[in-house]
């Protein structure tokens, strides 16, 4: 499977435990436990739709941290 068409990004020492898929104009976020296997055609799937980024997940854990 040809993957020239994404800049594949990795924080150092697996920090975050994601990765960051770039190809213009998209940046498509993955969980570092996501192979390349589901993530390049989920990816390739999301860019012909027209999105620059994957859709953010609903979290309500950290939506509180800042409410007064």
């Not at 980024?53 to 941290?65: A, G, I, L, V």
Request: proline content about 9%; overall charge negative; charged content about 35%.
């Amino acid at each position: 499977m040809p993957y020239e068409e994404w800049l594949i990004f990795v924080s150092a020492e697996g920090f975050t435990n994601q990765r960051f898929l770039v190809s213009d104009p998209m940046v498509f976020e993955s969980p570092g436990w996501e192979n390349y296997a589901d993530a390049i055609p989920a990816a390739r799937a999301l860019k012909a739709t027209g999105p620059t980024r994957r859709p953010d997940e609903d979290d309500d854990e950290d939506d509180d941290t800042y409410d007064d």
